[in-house]
């Protein structure tokens, strides 16, 4: 239980306590991100009203139609982040190539991936929606920041977060010191702690995922999710199944109550052999925050953590979540598919 008024930005100050060798520069940087969450909340929670509900009527770099409020949000975020001076380079999901800082403008020394608005099939129904982000320290020479700088793989990200705009706005985050949560209370547009050192217990009883794509799933998966039906030792009852589609809200239900999500390679999608969710602004920033809570992420047979990304879009296969759970996948996979 949390006793006393922290905001993020205060949290994050201390924590630059424990590091010596951080500057203000990461702590400002997350502060805008803060910021930014917070504009995001406050178009999301009154999205019905302003018309930005609905299609674009164009699609994105994944062929998928973007909603306007997946636009809005990416604008936000690319317009508070670009200039900060903090970073030196931005991918984000909404745009085909990553977005540099712009001439006349100071480079940083942070790659920032961000997936702008996630869960946005479900922005009209009003179901909890997220932005997710990772940062990675600038690796490459020169003062620019290049593909060098975010093709890394997560084990190096320098920190990680989302935002889920839900019955509340909450923020959580990793510089790999723990994983913190905070509620935005809107009467005075400030994050406060409200969990402190979020530890996601070992085993679950929820298991998440989209069983309409069954058929399509390998041998191991179907055989994974059919043994989660049959009664759970443990609990003497089986998994109960919670999906919302929103992979920010999926993942943080499992964070704080345990359980395992898995978005497994599908042959529904031959255009998507690695699966649906892509490795740099879903799967790498929400596998930091799992393992540092103690779970586990991994694309079937190997830890999301090792993978070395390719390309900015690049997707693969996601199962995240409480470490027993994902393990057991782990070797039904060992087991049914190699
Ligand atoms: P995004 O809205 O950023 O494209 O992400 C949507 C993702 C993820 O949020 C969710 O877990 C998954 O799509 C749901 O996919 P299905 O509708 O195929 O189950
Ligand atoms: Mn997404
Ligand atoms: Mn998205």
Redesign the pocket.
Known sequence: MVHRLVTVERHLMDQERLFPEATGEFSSLMSDIAIAGKVVSREVNKAGLVEILGLTGYENV?G?SVQKL?EYADQVFVQSLIRSGHICIMAT?EREYAVHVPEGFKIGKYALTV????????IDANVS?GT?FGIHRKISPGIDGSEEDYLQPGWKLAAAGYIIYGSSTMMVYTTGNGVHAFTLDPSIGEFLLCNEDVKMPVKGRIYS??E??YRFWSEGTKKYIDYLKEMDPASDRPYTAR????????FHRNLLFGGI?L?PVDKKNPRKPRG???LLY?AQPLAMIAVEAGGAAIDGLVDILDIVPEELHQRVPLIIGSKYDVELYRSFIKKYDT
């Open positions: 994944q998928e997946d999901e997936d702008p608005l996630d869960g946005s099939s479900n929606i997710i995922c989209n309409g794509n999906y919302i589609g929103s992979l920010v809200a999926d999500f978005y649906k969710l892509r879903e």
